[in-house]
Nanobody, 123 residues
């Protein structure tokens, strides 16, 4: 099993920045991909960014390209640096991990989840 714990959410004004952190523990050696998803009220959970554990290749959804950066600090911490935030970025952000080698974008394709952290961007 893998445990994921997010931190770093909060309230920020439009144009501001936040950095989310995801601490992984347990069988982290079994993981191939780390990712951040978000879910706004009334909307489906969507993939924001992902990073491969081996090689570090990244993926971003179009709406965050150039503003968000996903990165890892060793095997245990995954970050999401969010800049130039807009009210449309308001959501609960979830850290997720996948224990299979192929890249995936659907929430159902990820095996482990954190509890989520709220990000609210005021206009």
């Amino acid at each position: 099993q893998v445990q994921l714990v997010e931190s770093g959410g909060g309230l920020v004004q439009a144009g501001g920045s936040l950095r989310l952190s995801c601490a992984a523990s347990g069988r982290t050696f079994s993981l191939f991909h780390m990712a951040w998803f978000r879910q706004a009220p009334g909307k489906e959970r969507e993939l924001v960014a992902s990073i491969s554990v081996i090689g570090g290749s990244t993926y971003y959804t179009d709406s965050v390209k150039g503003r968000f950066t996903i990165s890892r600090d060793g095997a245990a911490i995954t970050y999401l640096q969010m800049n130039s935030l807009t009210p449309e970025d308001t959501a609960v952000y979830f850290c997720a991990s996948r224990a299979r080698p192929a890249r995936a974008v659907g929430a159902s394709d990820y095996d482990y989840w954190g509890q989520g952290t709220q990000v609210t961007v005021s206009s």
